[in-house]
């Protein structure tokens, strides 16, 4: 049981730095990558569950709760289908809970405070800072990859179509951001002694 423990937090791990290094060089989360850490995870559940762990049910309760917590941003355009997908196949290789504490949601927390902090750092540096908080007063920037980071609606009629010309550019690599979110889950966890990891 240890061992095929041990492999899936390698394997959560892998995921992750994969993920983060596509989106970075080629602006994508492949298919390659998630769907068969997504099968993985299920799998090694499942191989788990023999141990009565009950691996398998964590799992899935875990991507069912990110269809519910990203399924809307999803439907409304602010995040890509490729993590949406990023974030099912962390919930399968991960689970919803580790010692009784809902990772996944604090795998959601820490990629949408890591998303906001790119995205203020991207408006920073094209010096767009003061129209994008006020075109999107709840930093949802840091969930609308390669969309407008604010909305024409809330500029005056004369100048909406200039103001978004000038930061319809402006988009983030919302990939980079869950797959560091969840990296710093893991590592908080794993400070605090929450991992399932198997003792020497």
């Known amino acids: 049981m240890s061992d095929w423990l041990i492999a899936k937090h390698c394997a959560l791990l892998a995921l992750l730095i994969v993920a983060a290094y596509t989106d970075l060089s080629r602006g994508k989360v492949y298919n390659w990558c998630t769907y068969p850490a997504m099968f993985l995870g299920l799998a090694m559940g499942y191989v788990l569950d023999a141990y009565g762990s009950g691996n398998l049910v964590n799992s899935v309760y875990g991507m069912l709760l990110v269809a519910v917590i990203f399924g809307l941003p999803y439907f409304l355009r602010w995040i890509c289908a490729g993590d949406l997908k990023l974030m099912a196949a962390i919930a399968a290789l991960a689970g919803a809970k580790m010692a009784g504490h809902y990772f996944i949601v604090y795998a959601a927390v ?11 750092g991207v408006l920073i540096w094209k010096g767009r800072l003061w129209a994008g908080l006020k075109g999107s007063a709840h930093l949802l920037v840091a969930f609308r990859r390669g969309r407008r980071a604010a909305s024409p609606a809330d500029a005056d009629a004369g100048s909406a179509s200039t103001e978004a010309e000038r930061i319809e550019d402006l988009t983030i690599p919302y990939g980079f951001a869950i797959a560091s979110g969840t990296m710093l889950a893991w590592f ?13």
């Open 110 to 120: 820490y990629s949408a405070v890591v998303g906001a902090v790119i995205a203020i």
């Open 188 to 200: 908080v966890f794993l400070a605090r002694g929450l991992l399932q990891l198997p003792r020497a």
